[in-house]
């Protein structure tokens, strides 16, 4: 039986992460009778590496918990962990546009700052930089 901390050193992550999976329920402590410490299993090593590793991953803690549920019914995970990989690879391709195209309209903004003056506001307007800037026709 593993205290806390030593869960948290053989698992090699801080002891508040093994705090935060117990409260969420990704490991289930038990209690030693004599002084009502919580104390783990040696397995839950392999638990938490496994969490880590899928959260290296993209793994949210909730997709986590599905994947630990289901292997405990004795169910294979396997294809959900796929299908989740593939919508996430997807969803990651869509914000890698996004960002490229947000890349290219700040980099064409900056370009064009460079070429106009500083402006003190005036009460009518608060930047004209940003003001002059219109996403439909640019500059």
């Known amino acids: 039986m593993l205290t806390t901390s ?3 050193k053989e698992a090699d992550v801080p002891v508040y992460t093994v705090r935060h999976y117990t409260r969420i ?11 009502g410490y919580k104390v783990f299993k040696d397995s ?3 638990t938490i590496r496994f969490i880590r590793n899928a959260r290296s991953l993209g793994f949210t803690l909730k997709e986590i918990g599905h994947i630990l549920d289901m292997a405990k019914l004795g169910l294979t995970p396997c294809p959900t962990v796929r299908e989740i990989v593939l919508r996430r690879i997807t969803e990651n391709r869509a914000k890698i546009e996004t960002l490229r195209r947000l890349q290219e309209k700040m980099e064409e903004a900056k370009s064009a700052w460079t070429k106009m003056p500083d402006s003190v506001p005036n009460g009518d307007s608060v930047c004209h930089l940003i003001e002059a800037f219109d996403d439909k026709n640019r500059y």
């Open 6 to 8: 030593v869960l948290a």
């Open 25 to 35: 329920g990704l490991i289930t402590p038990l209690r030693r009778h004599t002084n």
């Open 44 to 46: 839950d090593i392999s």
